[in-house]
């Protein structure tokens, strides 16, 4: 009965892993006709074949560029994504009821509070003369420590239409600084481990930019 070899031993054959002695007795097996091992054999040698392929092949390097800034993209906006979900909305004063004959007593005034961790977050939102740019009055108090305030941080303001505005807390968490805009704002500031706090405020004073929604 003839003896064959197993699939193991036909993979070492391919690798050139075994003993000049073995190789010999294989080579043997093989010219004596045993077609079972040759097709294992002629397996293996396909399945080597491919890897040297694989190997060798390197995309283009457009491709590569295209596919690291889709991937970059994604997780600056899983990131962003994250930031917002930490934080949560605790006032808003055009969720309030209007008391009748008061509606465009702050038609253009917005008042606003989050917690942020750490921070509790004051915003106070003021569209100027001719609705083109609003004023965005904010506090940043640590709800950890009450006593502490969060002074010195680094605050930017985006209009989401390509202006950006930067400034820094003072001594008591206060900024105050002016935007153009068209109706979206957004709010970010470090955090926890200095990652980013975004507060996204999606047509700031509704629909029309002089109604309450």
């Not at 036909?10 to 077609?35: P, R, Y």
Request: proline share 5%; glycine share 8%; net charge negative.
């Amino acid at each position: 009965m003839m003896k064959h070899f197993s699939p193991e031993e036909w993979i070492d054959f391919v690798n050139e892993m075994i003993s000049a002695t073995k190789k010999q007795e294989m080579e043997e097996h093989l010219s004596k006709g045993c077609k079972r091992c040759s097709k294992t054999l002629s397996i293996w040698q396909g399945v080597r074949r491919t890897a040297k392929t694989e190997g060798n092949y390197q995309p283009p390097n457009d491709l590569v560029r295209i596919a690291k800034a889709a991937f970059a993209g994604s997780l600056l906006a899983e990131d962003q994504k994250r930031a917002e979900s930490a934080v949560e909305l605790l006032f808003d004063s055009f969720l309030q009821p209007v008391l009748e004959g008061a509606r465009s007593s702050a038609a253009g005034t917005r008042q606003l509070l989050y917690r942020a961790d750490p921070f509790q977050v004051d915003l106070q939102l003021e569209t100027q003369p001719g609705g083109k740019s609003v004023v965005v009055t904010g506090q940043l108090l640590n709800f950890r420590q009450p006593d502490i305030v969060g002074g010195n941080i680094q605050v930017m303001l985006s209009n989401l239409r390509g202006i950006v505005v930067r400034t820094v807390t003072n001594q008591f968490g206060e900024f105050r600084e002016a935007i153009e805009t068209s109706g979206d704002l957004e709010l970010m500031f470090p955090g926890v481990d200095d990652k980013p706090v975004v507060i996204s405020l999606r047509d700031a004073f509704g629909p029309s930019g002089d109604e309450k929604p």
